[in-house]
């Protein structure tokens, strides 16, 4: 039986423009299907995103919830679109507030979004309720950039006692610093959700950045990617400090993330 691999991205070519992050986003859900891995891939529906282009529409029985972040209700709204040539699908994230109208971390002048916080907390919240409408359980999370960051903290902390995430495994993919910024002082309020309390996080700075967001993902994963070659030394300690599997950059290796996957899904 083929294993599962659910794929959170914060971006994918080609619908967002080609940067290290994004042709990863697309070729490496591509490659472990070819490898047999069944796969689900998620991205945010970033403003900059042309649906008619890229033929997204939405799928109304996984839309509709409404998720309560800074005690202010966001409706969910779930996308979906076919990779050209890969014809793999892809669930898009959208909100009216947090995306629709937005470009990615930064707005037209440059200046990063002082929520960007709030919106890695809806996009991961999204990811997993929307899962489970699927009523299908990966054995392995992979979790890409800034915006899939907080998603470790929350399937070992809020959705561990779900039949979805019971058993899932979870790699986080390190990528170069993108913020300059940090979320405020608000950000441990409100990822408060279930079993993930603030109080878990009294460890980190009050103020939580791309440093310390990173920090939280490898804590709270089950193994370790270096997806770059400009990744934080720091980020790297902490897994070693830590005893994280790691698997240093493999460049285009396909076979050392397949052995990885397997490496890290079949540990006990």
């Not at 939405?58 to 076919?82: C, F, Q, Y």
């Not at 990173?214 to 994963?221: I, N, Q, T």
Request: overall charge neutral; aromatic content about 10%; proline content about 4%.
């Amino acid at each position: 039986m083929a294993k599962k691999i659910l794929f959170i991205n914060q971006e994918i070519a080609p619908y967002v423009p080609e940067s290290e992050m994004s042709i990863m986003g697309r070729d490496l859900p591509h490659k472990m299907q070819e490898n047999g891995f069944e796969i689900r891939t998620f991205m945010p529906k970033w403003g900059t995103i042309n649906e008619r282009r890229g033929q997204l529409h939405e799928v109304i029985r996984l839309s509709g919830m409404n998720l309560i972040i800074n005690d202010t209700d966001h409706p969910l709204i779930i996308k979906v679109a076919s990779i050209p040539v890969s014809r793999i699908q892809v669930y898009f994230i959208d909100n009216d507030d947090y995306f629709s109208k937005r470009q990615m971390e930064t707005d037209e002048t440059g200046a990063e979004y002082p929520d960007n916080g709030e919106r890695a907390i809806f996009f991961a919240r999204g990811v997993l309720e929307t899962v489970k409408k699927l009523r299908w359980a990966p054995d392995i999370v992979i979790c890409q950039g800034w915006m899939g960051a907080v998603v470790p903290f929350y399937i070992k902390k809020a959705y561990h006692d779900e039949p979805s995430f019971a058993n899932t495994k979870i790699i986080s993919l390190l990528f170069k610093n993108q913020l300059k910024s940090d979320f405020g002082e608000n950000f441990k309020r409100c990822i408060e959700y279930k079993g993930a309390k603030a109080g878990l996080l009294d460890s980190y700075k009050k103020k939580f950045d791309f440093l310390e967001l990173g920090k939280l993902a490898v804590d709270y994963s089950d193994g370790i990617i270096e997806a770059g070659n400009l990744v934080s030394e720091d980020l790297l300690k902490e897994a070693i400090d830590k005893k994280k599997p790691l698997l240093k950059y493999p460049g285009d290796n396909t076979q050392d993330y397949v052995n990885f996957m397997n490496q890290i899904s079949s540990d006990k």
